[in-house]
């Protein structure tokens, strides 16, 4: 995987994968509905759990920053990839009162 950069910390590296964390929420479901399908014998039930999981996979499966955590991860060489280095390269300077009257 290429580098990329995070739009709103400016880092720059491999974003990692989202999906990981939600590995025990996937399987709670399948521990609880699939242990009541299995003790009562409906087994149909089992579509539940089997729909979140292809549900969870195909919604959350997205890159994150590892430093900020936040999904806007873009590639170094598109455009908004630019645009941010660019930016952390030449950071707008905030004025501020008491930097203009100790100038003086």
Known sequence: MKDHICTYCGH???PVPQSYESFFV???IW???GSFALMT???PLLIIP???TVYHILK???TKCP???SLDMVSLNSRRGLETQE???NPIKVWRADEAQSSK
């Open 12 to 14: 720059v590296g491999k």
């Open 26 to 28: 996937d399987a709670f």
């Open 31 to 33: 521990g609880v509905v």
């Open 41 to 43: 014998g409906i087994i």
């Open 50 to 52: 089997a729909g979140w």
């Open 60 to 62: 959350f499966n997205t």
């Open 67 to 69: 430093e900020c955590l």
């Open 87 to 89: 930016q952390k390269k």
